[in-house]
């Protein structure tokens, strides 16, 4: 990428404008015209290092989501992959190198949806228990990261969130869930374009995207990257066994390393499945990726804590969550 390009993809991961013509702002910040801005973010997209402009949602306030895994024969592992991408509901798809090699998100209306479409895989694929492993406490769920990764970035501060609290969606939220999970749209007036799928005025619209990231429901508004696409390709989920007395202060702590870009607490599956805390970290490298994890083990003393690392191998699906069912309106 050139410079223009990495600052598009780097600078507005988050605090993207909230005013009619986002892009026209966005471009005079970078010293270019809206219509180049909108050429190069297009450009990005149809290359697939962008996913969408859009809102990633906090997890647990506008629907309800399970992290899940198999343990899949490695002939039958490309065609259950595509079992498992054949559900709506199914978001992320990830080959890790693990027993549990093949790791799934789940997202849908609410936890009973999730639990149906879980087991409907499970009886699908026919390899045995799918471990669901749905979150308990975020710690960072922001879902951007510094695409320069600076070895000096200073740590994060790290927001005390707790459990989530669901947010029930009138009508016209509902509608504006759906139009949004769609992505905006790359014309110099989306939010218009926007609205108008939703059903809504652009002002009305606009008001509650801002209300929603005044309340925390929206993490972020802005470019929703491919990381693989752009070369992070040694990518190592790493999994702790921290004690429940523990692992809130702990979680929060490894929260705030800026080289990690996820970390929350999931519930253990006894006992099959030990691990409680999780933080992910994206690298252009395999040993660079290890140095790091082994200078979290020491700065946060998590050696004395059983813990794997799985790198995911092959991505197979990756999009926005669907949280609301529905299609907006023409």
């Known amino acids: 990428m050139d410079g223009f390009e990495f600052r598009l993809l780097n600078d507005y991961q988050r605090g993207f404008p909230l005013h009619a013509r986002p892009y026209a702002g966005i471009a005079h910040a970078l010293g270019r015209s809206e219509a180049e801005t909108l050429d190069t973010l297009a450009r990005l997209q149809a290359s697939g290092k962008v996913s969408r402009i859009g809102a990633t949602f906090a997890p647990g306030r506008i629907g309800a989501a399970t992290l899940a895994a198999m343990s899949v024969p490695a002939a039958r592992l490309a065609a259950v992959a595509r079992l498992v ?36 895989i499970e009886s699908a694929a026919r390899c045995g228990t799918v471990l669901s492993l749905p979150m308990i406490e975020p710690y960072h769920i922001d879902l951007g990261f510094d695409l320069a990764q600076r070895d000096a970035a200073p740590p994060r501060e790290v927001v005390r969130e707790g459990r989530a609290r669901q947010m029930a969606l009138s009508p016209r939220e509902r509608a504006l869930v759906i139009a949004l999970q769609e992505g905006l749209a790359l014309v ?20 509650t995207l801002a209300r929603w990231v005044e309340d925390g429901v929206i993490k972020r508004i802005g470019a929703i990257v491919r990381h693989r696409q752009l070369g992070f390709r040694a990518n190592a989920m790493v999994v702790w066994d921290v004690p429940d007395a523990e692992v809130t202060e702990v979680g929060r702590t ?27 970290i994206h690298g252009r490298g395999r040993t660079h990726v290890l140095a790091q994890i082994a200078g979290m083990d020491a700065r946060c003393d998590l050696v004395k804590y059983p813990h794997e690392v799985l790198f995911s191998r092959r991505c197979f699906k990756q999009h926005g969550a669907r949280y609301v069912g529905g299609a907006a309106h023409g």
């Open 85 to 120: 991408n054949s559900f709506p509901e199914v978001n992320h798809n990830y080959e890790r190198e693990h027993a549990y090699n093949l790791w799934f998100v789940v997202t849908a209306p609410d936890p009973a949806r999730v639990e149906t479409v879980v087991c409907a």
């Open 188 to 207: 110099p007036e989306p939010y218009a374009e926007l609205a108008r799928r939703a059903g809504m005025p652009e002002h009305e619209a606009l008001a």
């Open 254 to 280: 490894v929260a705030r390393l800026p080289e990690v870009t996820l970390c929350y607490r999931r519930e253990r599956r006894l006992p099959a499945w030990r691990y409680n805390l999780y933080c992910m």
